[in-house]
């Protein structure tokens, strides 16, 4: 239903047309047998998932999750795959420092204690052997705000949202009054 | 396993460099093959796709094993890192397919760094082997092929006779606010010349003020790329046959010092060999130096070309400042109206310190102010105001931050483009470990200021923002965002021209002192960066080269 439905939308849109890509706007890449192939295991996903909204409230419902499996996953390899190990470990550090905090996953915790969690990783405060806390937040920082602003062509930025949001769409072909 | 295929020239690039040559060439009747390692885009493939195309390896390779590094060390550093810093565009067109085509020409002080300063301590400085009189009617010859649109009469500096080719391209009103500011200061500002239509030109049409120019291809084939404009009239002549996915690895030369060709590697991965009588690399700096390092025999041991031992030395890029002015827009439009207000381009530049006579300073060069709008990419914009809080504006005020920005403010800026001295702590060479997926070494760039450059650039920026403080209505905050850092696509020097073969690679006419009929056109040639992007002069000089070229041709001494 919801694949149908973007498709509709990215249509009327006409946004521009760029190069087909296999499996994209259809969510999480998915395998022969057609199952999903999600890029981080359940319990990583809701962490990461979880800090994106709390970066940019409105980030999942905007396709910021599929926007980050769409890169990290995608062959032959982008520069996100590179981000895929920080990204896990940090999904970790985010759970364990919740965990530690409020004796819940990050996900299950509240607004207000999530984003304490995420003061910490922002200003570099967590030390971990190999993990750089305020590298790993500013990459999700980037992802998120590319998730949101990105064509929807690679699964974010659901129905034109983030330009709308924005005002403004970088179509190719833009009527200006002339003076 | 080789076969031979044979041409009267082959032109190694097609860029700024080589589409020049490819079309003189062609036109006055030689066979020319032009061997481009990047793919051949139609300008209707190109897309305003922020991510796809700027923020992934659309123009430029991942720098990662099995892709097409570059190894950087700076300022001292010893070891050298992997980088994709240094590459331009990699397809048919090169960095004109991607440039934003700030189109100046070269002043007088460009071509006699060495006389005018009378030297600079540590600066290896050379005056150009020719006169701004044997090169203005070659920018006249560009301006008119590619299509480059401004006014002239209005900046005091300007180094031309003749009117542009086309009319300046329509201004956002804050120009006006603008210009008030700069005079108000003793500043002279006038409009900026671009390489982009602003009629219809042939049978391309004129640009439709999307605003992506820079980092991107324009779909509409209005900014003058090679790619748009010399290119298919190249291919017109029914003469020149460009190969894109060929990879030039070796210059081939005979035992009497004269070339007879170029090995290449096909898209298929076959390596393949053209015999030519001529051979023109435009490459870039970086990569025709490369080349020619590539290249060496038991004749050029040190490369072929560097019996003066300055291939890949003297390498310069461009001396980058910027600074940025938030304005309130609905303070704009109670002032100037609202018609006009989205046009993208603010389109003004100031050279009042382009040589600076009075000054303290060890390097009286300066360069160039281009004031402009902010880009309109969405997503740098966005990464940009979280980085300027230094990543502590996130959740809801980032996205109010980001609405505010992108509802109500303007931002205006300037970029400084300065000269770059070239001295001995500033050059290229192979990297003795990294290889690209071609198994060859790659360019390793050893990147070092000059101080006196840097000082240079640091006074620039703060007068810059000192015209936009003087901006009314008032900038609500105005920043410093770069000083003193350097844009890696602007890259010359490597091959530098001159009279004296120990003093320099290429002749005058860009032959190559040491092997005949081998010539260099991109930015290798340039003895100093220049107070502006170098690429007008590059496609100038590349006229100028070809037409040298084809004299030779009728003169049968080739």
Known sequence: MRLNRRQMILSLLSISAGRLLPGCGSGPAKNREGASLLVFEPDRRRALCSAAERILPGAVEAGVPEYMDYWISRQPFSIVSDWKPILKVGAVHLDRIARAEYRRAFADCKPDEQDAVLTRFQKGEVRAKRFNSSAFFQRLVTLTLEGFLSDPKYGGNRDGVGWRFIGRTPCWWAPKRLP | ?558
């Open chain 2, 1 to 558: 396993m080789t076969s031979v295929q044979k041409a009267d020239v082959v032109v190694v690039g097609s860029g700024a460099g080589g589409a020049p040559v490819a079309l003189t060439l062609s036109e006055a009747g030689a066979k020319v093959v032009v061997l481009e390692r990047g793919p051949w885009y139609s300008v209707r493939e190109f897309t305003h796709d922020e991510v796809g195309v700027c923020r992934r390896d659309f123009f430029v390779p991942y720098p990662y094993d099995g892709y097409d590094p570059k190894t950087i060390r700076k300022q001292g550093q010893k070891e050298a890192h992997r980088t994709s810093e240094g590459w331009i565009g990699v397809c048919v067109g090169g960095g004109t397919v991607h440039m934003s085509g700030f189109f100046y020409r070269f002043k007088e002080s460009d071509l006699r760094l060495k006389s005018m300063t009378g030297g600079v301590k540590g600066a290896d400085l050379a005056d150009w082997p020719l006169r701004m009189d044997d090169l203005l009617p070659y920018y006249d010859l560009m301006e008119a092929r590619i299509g480059v649109s401004g006014q002239a009469g209005i900046n005091p500096y300007e180094t031309r006779k003749r009117p542009f080719p086309l009319p300046p391209l329509h201004s956002h009103p804050a120009a006006k606010l603008l210009d008030q500011a700069a005079q108000s200061l003793g500043f002279h500002s006038f409009p900026t010349p671009r390489a982009i239509l602003s009629r219809s030109y042939g049978n391309r049409p004129p640009c439709n003020y999307c605003g992506f120019c820079g980092d991107y291809g324009c779909e509409n084939g209005a900014k003058s790329s090679t790619l748009a404009s010399l290119i298919p009239a190249a291919e017109d002549t029914g003469r020149c046959l460009i190969k894109p996915g060929c990879m030039a690895r070796r210059v081939l030369v005979d035992r009497d010092d004269r070339v007879t060709g170029v090995e290449y590697i096909d898209p298929q991965g076959e390596v393949k060999r053209i015999q030519a009588r001529v051979v023109v690399l435009a490459a870039s700096a970086i990569e025709s130096a490369r080349l020619l390092l590539l290249s060496e025999t038991g004749r050029f041991p040190h490369g072929l070309c560097n019996r003066s031992g300055l291939l890949g030395k003297n390498l310069t890029f461009s001396t980058f400042g910027k600074a940025t002015a938030v304005f309130d827009r609905g303070e704009l439009e109670a002032k100037l109206g609202k018609a006009g207000m989205d046009l993208p381009f603010l389109l003004r530049s100031v050279q009042d310190d382009y040589w600076m006579e009075k000054t303290p300073l060890l390097l009286p060069k300066g360069g160039t102010y281009n004031f402009l709008l902010h880009h309109p990419n969405p997503i740098n914009a966005a990464i940009r105001l979280a980085l300027d809080s230094k990543w502590s504006l996130w959740g809801q005020k980032l996205k109010d931050r980001l609405h505010k920005y992108f509802h109500e403010e303007l931002w205006i800026e300037f970029e400084v483009f300065g000269e770059f001295l070239p001295h001995q702590g500033c050059y290229l060479d192979l990297d003795p470990r990294v290889k690209d997926r071609f198994n060859l070494p790659v360019a390793r760039i050893t990147n070092r200021h000059h101080p006196a450059s840097d000082d240079v650039n640091r006074l620039m920026v703060r007068r810059g923002m000192d015209i936009l403080e003087a901006i009314r209505p008032a900038p609500r905050k105005v920043t410093p965002w770069t000083w003193a850092t350097t844009t890696y696509h602007l890259q010359h020097g490597t091959c530098r021209f001159g009279t004296d073969p120990a003093k320099s690679v290429l002749d005058p006419c860009c032959q190559a002192h040491d092997i005949k009929n081998l010539y260099v056109t991109d930015g290798s040639f340039l003895p100093n960066s220049g107070g502006v992007p170098a690429t007008p002069t590059i496609l100038a000089n590349s006229f100028r080269v070809a037409h040298h070229i084809s004299k030779s041709f009728r003169r049968r001494e080739i």
